[in-house]
């Protein structure tokens, strides 16, 4: 059974930090594409960033290029988000999930999520 289990989130104030983790179990996880997906309330879901299997064509929704860094790492079955000079309206609850190309993956792909606050 594939599951993803995510960390890291948070409130933070504008300009901060956070890294988000995804734990992945069930599958082998090198051998898939990856993604982080993030739901604010009362919008639908934005595929924030794309990591293929390799890591060598990592993709970004654009209001985060220049600001967030998506990584992998095979031997710990690992995902990470690093989320730089955070805004307001990056506040959503982010998920992992697995690679559906530049589309946002269905909800059945994702893992249960962590909140994202960037608040004063």
């Known amino acids: 059974e594939v599951q993803l289990l995510e960390s890291g989130g948070g409130l933070v104030e504008p300009g901060g930090s956070l890294r988000l983790s995804c734990a992945a179990s069930?599958?082998?996880?090198?051998?898939?594409?990856m993604a982080w997906v993030r739901q604010a309330p009362g919008k639908g879901p934005e595929l924030v960033a794309f990591?293929?299997?390799?890591?060598?064509?990592?993709k970004y929704l654009d209001s985060v290029k220049g600001r967030f860094t998506v990584s992998r790492d095979d031997a710990k079955s690992a995902l990470y988000l690093q989320m730089n000079s955070l805004k307001p309206d990056d506040t959503a609850v982010y998920y992992c999930?697995?690679?559906?190309?530049?589309?946002?993956?269905?909800?059945?792909?994702w893992g249960q999520g962590t909140q994202v606050t960037v608040s004063l």
């Open positions: 999930s697995l690679g559906y190309g530049r589309y946002v993956p269905p909800k059945n792909y």
């Open positions: 069930g599958f082998t996880f090198r051998d898939y594409d």
């Open positions: 990591l293929n299997q390799g890591a060598s064509y990592p």
